[in-house]
């Protein structure tokens, strides 16, 4: 059974790979405020799950919080004892959808072709990450789509910013994940903020905002 994708204020995940502890939470709170309220810690930051609890804690309940290339069921159960409710891989593993199935997780495993896409439905993801998207393309994108059932909340993540949106917009995705172009590490929290807020003004300006 699947856990539904919940509806955010816009479609939006950050991705803050290889951020610290020390600063998540100054981060993270600078991305929330920003109107971005889905957090992707990847499992390949330091100490990730310390960031994700914090995190977790400090953000209120509505904010989607969790950790990128999850590739093990230990690393799910480490995800749920850390409070993260969003797991995003860059494969599809049945094992790793199992476990996360079992925790009433959010699940956006990683596709790239209509096989793994279909198999990752067939496995209960809540989403499909399209993957990396840059290689794809929209057209790319549109084309697996258009055999996929109509209610597939697509996202489109790897090599994307808010220069995209318009044209996977145009095909109907409305779901991204935004890694380097809002977050690198060794950025302090007020330029995240500032870069945040311009992903979330480019979303609102071609989806409509709230």
């Known amino acids: 059974?699947?856990?539904?994708?919940?509806?955010?204020?816009?479609?939006?995940?950050?991705?803050?790979?290889?951020?610290?502890?020390?600063?998540?939470?100054?981060?993270?709170?600078?991305?929330?405020?920003?109107?971005?309220?889905?957090?992707?810690?990847?499992?390949?930051?330091?100490?990730?799950?310390?960031?994700?609890?914090?995190?977790?804690?400090?953000l209120p309940d509505s904010a989607l919080i969790?950790?990128?290339?999850?590739?093990?069921p230990q690393q799910v159960g480490d995800?749920?004892?850390?409070?993260?409710?969003?797991?995003v891989s860059p494969n599809i593993d049945a094992a790793v959808m199992a476990?996360?199935?079992?925790?009433?997780?959010?699940?956006?495993?990683?596709?790239?072709?209509?096989?793994e896409a279909f198999l990752a439905l067939k496995l209960g993801a809540s989403a499909l990450k399209f993957f990396p998207a840059s290689a794809l393309g929209p057209q790319g994108i549109a084309a697996i789509r258009a055999v996929l059932p109509a209610d597939t909340v697509v996202g489109a993540v790897g090599g994307v910013s808010e220069n995209d949106f318009e044209a996977f917009g145009k095909i109907g995705v409305r779901t991204f994940g935004l890694g380097s172009s809002l977050y690198k590490p060794g950025m302090d929290a007020a330029d995240v903020g500032s870069r945040s807020r311009a992903a979330v003004a480019a979303w609102d300006r071609i989806f409509g905002g709230e």
């Open 66 to 72: 969790g950790a990128g290339t999850v590739l093990t």
């Open 79 to 87: 995800l749920d004892g850390a409070g993260g409710r969003l797991l």
């Open 99 to 115: 476990r996360a199935a079992e925790l009433g997780m959010v699940t956006m495993p990683g596709v790239f072709t209509p096989t």
């Open 1 to 58: 059974m699947s856990t539904p994708f919940p509806t955010l204020k816009r479609g939006l995940v950050a991705i803050l790979r290889g951020i610290r502890p020390e600063e998540a939470q100054h981060i993270a709170e600078a991305v929330f405020e920003a109107g971005i309220e889905a957090i992707e810690v990847p499992l390949n930051s330091p100490d990730p799950f310390k960031s994700i609890e914090g995190i977790a804690a400090l």
